[in-house]
Each structure stands twice: as C-alpha cells, then as structure tokens.
C-alpha cells in the first residue's frame, strides 16, 4: 500500500484496514467507526476545495461536483491507485469472495484510513492527503454535464403529447467484471427505440440514452 503517510500510531491504521468480517471472526472492532468519521472529514475537506476553488458556481452545482467526487466509484479508483485492497484485513468469508476488489470495500476503506489518519494527525493533514489523491477527480467533476436527461425527456413528450406514455429503458447488455461493468441500454418510446447509451451503471446508461434521444429531439 502506497499510502505516503507515516501513523504515529500504527494501531489506527491496523484498525482502518479491519474488515467486519475479520472483526466477527476475531471478536475485535472493525473500521466501521473509523469510516463514518473519515467520511465526515472527506466532506468537509472537498466542500472546503471546491468552495474556495470554483467561486463562481451556486450551491446547487457545488452540491453535485462534491457528489460526483466522492462517489463510490470515485474513492474505489483512489483507493486501487494505492494498492489498500492488498492491505486490507477480511475474514474467511469474504476473502475468498474477491473483497479486495469490491468497489464498496474499497470505499469504506479509503474513509476509514482517512478517519484514522484525522485521530493520527490532524485535519490538515487529512485535507493534504485528500487533494493529492482526489484533486484530479474533483476537476474533472466539475466539467460534468449534470443535467437530468431522463426528466427533461420525459417533459418534454408529456408536453408535445398532452398524454401520460412514458419513456422506457431497456437493458440490452452487461458486460465487463463486477467491480469496473458496462450497462448498454435503449430508450424507448411508444414502442420506439429513440436513444441508445451505455455506462458503468445502469443508471448512467440511462441517462446517456435519454440525452442522445433529447438532442436529437
């Protein structure tokens, strides 16, 4: 694990990497405590960022980069880039079901090391190590299209049609590992495909649908 930071007390970190399912075993704490304070100091940290950073934007945008930020998949990716699913401590339950891997495991994990290195060493240490590891991430979610492409399709027909059809999503291929999968899916309405899309969830593929069927329109 490449963590570029030395714990005073390496008790913290040992315990940011337990794993609930180590924890039951052994009868130990787990990092559960430990990610729900990381996570208030990851907020806290990107709010602050993000606040000083993107001056111009209201706080309804702000809300969003901070969301896609800080997203699941977002702190899996960190979390991979510094190798803690090869760290992280599991039990003979989940060990052998690829935890180390898991988007959620990894999540939880990169905020409980984060809630361990606050008791460690402070806020600003944590606020350092949080834009050294997630800056790029937070740039690039400021350049997202936020738009609500499935409510603004679904506007737009009711209006045009003066009816109550509404458009549909129709899976048509998953593929990829479970940790990093791709959603193919169809927009359909009345009966017609009017947009295609794919993403790294079902939801986004959704949405990419609906915005090629809204730019279309």
């Not at 079901?97 to 944590?126: H, N, P, Q, R």
């Amino acid at each position: 694990m490449k963590l570029d930071y030395e714990f005073k007390d390496p008790q913290l970190l040992e315990k940011a990497l337990t794993h609930i399912s180590l924890a039951n075993e052994r009868g130990v704490e787990s990092n559960q405590r430990l990610e729900f304070l990381g996570d208030s100091v990851l907020s806290l940290a990107v709010t602050g960022y993000i606040y000083r950073e993107f001056k111009e934007m209201d706080e309804g945008r702000l809300t969003e980069i901070r969301a896609a930020a800080v997203c699941e998949k977002s702190l899996a990716a960190a979390a991979r880039k510094l190798h803690m699913g090869e760290a992280i401590k599991f039990g003979k339950s989940e060990a052998v079901c690829g935890g180390k891997d898991k988007d959620s495991i990894l999540c939880d994990t990169f905020e409980a090391i984060l809630g361990a290195m606050y008791l460690d060493g402070g806020f600003d240490v944590c606020r350092d190590w949080v834009l050294k590891n997630l800056k790029e991430t937070i740039q690039a979610s400021a350049s997202l299209d936020f738009t609500n492409y499935k409510s603004e399709l679904q506007t737009y027909f009711q209006k045009r049609d003066k009816g109550t059809d509404v458009v549909s999503y129709r899976l048509i291929n998953r593929e990829g590992p479970d940790h990093n999968p791709t959603f193919a899916v169809e927009a359909v309405y009345r009966g017609k495909i009017i947009g295609s899309g794919s993403g790294g969830s079902r939801k986004e593929a959704e949405q990419q649908a609906a915005k090629q069927a809204f730019l279309a329109l």
